[in-house]
């Protein structure tokens, strides 16, 4: 019975394996609107129940109605088992009968974001460098420091590195990480109930500004204005600012070019992917971290078959482990062939759907999907803004004109077919609008 108590600790990590499961399979809005916000209580082998904790009843009601196959088919495909999902509010767990014993789930999830599990190569050593610097002595080394490099690299394990060193070194500090997609949310948010006030004073009076994936501001001009404000006026207080992107600020095209400049008047770090020797050190430490015996022979292995994305090696530690506890079995070369392909199979692009597209052209255009759909809102920036759904539709996906129209609110064929023309001929003689659908494309492919 050692395993399946070694398996409920390491709970949480096999709980990470379902979410980005699950976020493969759905859109980014409604991940971080519903699955993010769900926690890991309890894996429960007397009644093969996975117990996870909800915000409240709604949720609940939503995730019961709408995203429960799914949980079922992400849990499925992590642990080979099926087990019946159980969701608990707050309200309940701290009513629970002692009779039956859930644990609270941990509220830190970075907490091994440090320096110290940082496996530094030729390929990070720049950047781990650099980052060390801002977090040793904030605002006096490199500000703004801009760290790029593709998915899985590291980006946001240093973010948290340098968040957790100057934690411990500057209590005092008030420090804000914050993907962007998240900032621009919160702003559409504060625009529609009239609270930018507050809005800009919470960013504008932090310490240390970190801020993931600003690749995702190309194009939203209203967006670009409002952080460009808020970056002025942090760097002229003196104050850390750090940014990621999966490409260096020259290459994010629909960048205005004053911020452009802001992004690029210190250090700009790259992040390649890890050498072997680096790969294998990596898979070392997370073993380390979570307690669980690799041999030098699957270190290796794992190490010459995954070899540009960390985050895959980190993974696939992780589901060893929680497979090796669940069938209490010993780590084989054959089971690690086993894992990888599960990971590889994961790690596919989702299908880009029309729901995607819209999504993200809605947030390049600052207006909803709904007004994209819509047949009666007629006005300019949502007419261009469909426009160019509907040539980045036909761009990504094989639906036909006929198709392409029912998606975009019953329109007839012959409307497709005249935005197809339009945002041609736009791109032709306008060298920004070609930029923007480029931006745009490769925002969609890369969420």
Known sequence: MRGRNCLMDSFGDAWELVCSYCRTKITDVAYNTWIVRIKPIELDFDSNTAYLLVPNDFHRQTITRCYIPLLNEAFEAIFDNKFNISLKTPDEIESKSPAKEVKEPQEDNNYEYTFDTFIVG???????????????????????????????????????????????????KTICYIKIDDFINEMVESLKMKTMIEFRQKYRQVDVLLVDDVQFLGGKE??????????????????????????????????????????????????????????????KRKAELIDIELSNEVCEYIASKLKSNIRQLEGTVKKLKAKSLLNNEKITISSVQEVIADILNNDIPPEVTVERIIDEVARTYGVTSEEIRSQKNKSANISNARHIAIYITREMTTLSMVSIGEEFGGRHYSTIIYSLQKVQKMIEKDRKIKELVDDTIKNIRDR
């Open 122 to 172: 030729s390929s990070n050593n720049f950047a781990h460098a650099a980052c060390l610097a801002v977090a040793t002595n904030p605002s006096n080394a490199y500000n703004p420091l801009f760290l790029y490099g593709n998915s899985g690299l590291g980006k946001t394990h240093l973010l948290y590195a340098i968040a957790n060193e100057i934690k411990k070194n500057y209590p005092d």
């Open 222 to 283: 209203a967006m670009q204005e409002e952080f460009f404000h808020t970056f002025n006026a942090l760097y002229d207080a003196h104050k850390q600012i750090v940014l990621t992107s999966d490409r260096p600020p020259k290459e994010i095209k629909t960048l205005a070019d004053r911020l452009r400049s802001r992004f690029e008047q210190d250090l700009i770090a790259d992040i390649q992917p890890p050498d072997i020797e680096t790969r294998i050190a990596i898979i």
